[in-house]
DNA sequence: TTGGCTGCAAAATATTTGCAGAACA
DNA sequence: TGTTCTGCAAATATTTTGCAGCCAA
């Protein structure tokens, strides 16, 4: 835990209570929270925090390229603080969002109209489909 | 284009003037536009057209399947009346949109444990890149 | 005729921002 | 001590909704 602290201290990341609270429950999240996923969870034992700051913070750790934004869900933007290259699964029933461990690299081949027209930097794969609580 | 009009007809998909002027807009239209775009669009020669109606048509040309809606700019909603299956590709810088005519259905393969928590219906695979004219 | 659509306004939801005071480094 | 962060509140942006009147079928 202090191994987390210390890493951010060493980037100059600086590091008040609630910016603690929000990184300590990010670390090894799998659950891709809301910003207000954060906030709820944080409030219980940190109070005073305010949404602003989730806010302010999630987007401070998205700009230094610790946590991704993903983009899966049309209704509100979820967090991933795993950087390792994985996918993503969505329920279209509850919006639950799951990892996908597996290689997709292999669709990077584009044609070559678009290839004219963007300098490709990344792709993503998503799955949809329906999650075993949701399945009822 | 009367074409048009009568296939939607045909669905009992009820033509307003303000509908026709959406589905006249979204015809081949390989923009991506979002709820905005083509509320600015009708409202030219159609200025009495609401936003509402505009949300309202959308959803509904959805519900129905004549139209999907893109989740790959985290910022709004983008709307696309292609239903031929294809991918997508944002800029990052402008946010625009491309379309990827390739064949990507060889991503399918998920790992078992997966496929044990979702019963999987689709994928979506996205490119991001720059644009020609956000180079410079 | 009538059920569905429109437009207005208001509400709901998600996110951002200005600013004065607080606090980390 | 000074820069950055926090919290509040207000602003902004996107989308949805209630409802009275309208209109396509």
Redesign the pocket.
């Given at each position: 835990m202090e191994e987390l602290l210390k890493k951010y201290?060493k980037k100059?990341?600086?590091?008040?209570?609630?910016?603690i609270a929000i990184l300590k429950y990010l670390e090894g999240n799998t659950s891709h929270p809301?910003?207000?996923n954060i906030y709820m969870a944080i409030k219980e034992k940190?109070p005073?925090?305010?949404?602003?700051?989730v806010?302010?913070?999630v987007?401070?750790l998205k700009e230094r390229g610790e946590i991704l934004e993903i983009t899966i869900d049309?209704?509100?933007?979820h967090y991933d603080p795993n950087l390792n290259p994985h996918n993503h699964i969505v329920c279209t029933v509850c919006n639950r969002i799951g990892d996908v461990f597996a290689d997709y690299s292999g669709v990077m081949n584009l044609p070559p109209d678009v290839l004219e027209e963007f300098t490709v930097t990344g792709s993503h794969v998503d799955f949809y489909g329906v999650c075993g609580e949701c399945r009822d």
């Open positions: 201290r100059g990341f600086k590091l008040t209570p609630q910016r809301t910003a207000e940190n005073t925090v305010s949404f602003s700051t806010y302010n913070t987007e401070s049309p209704e509100r933007k």
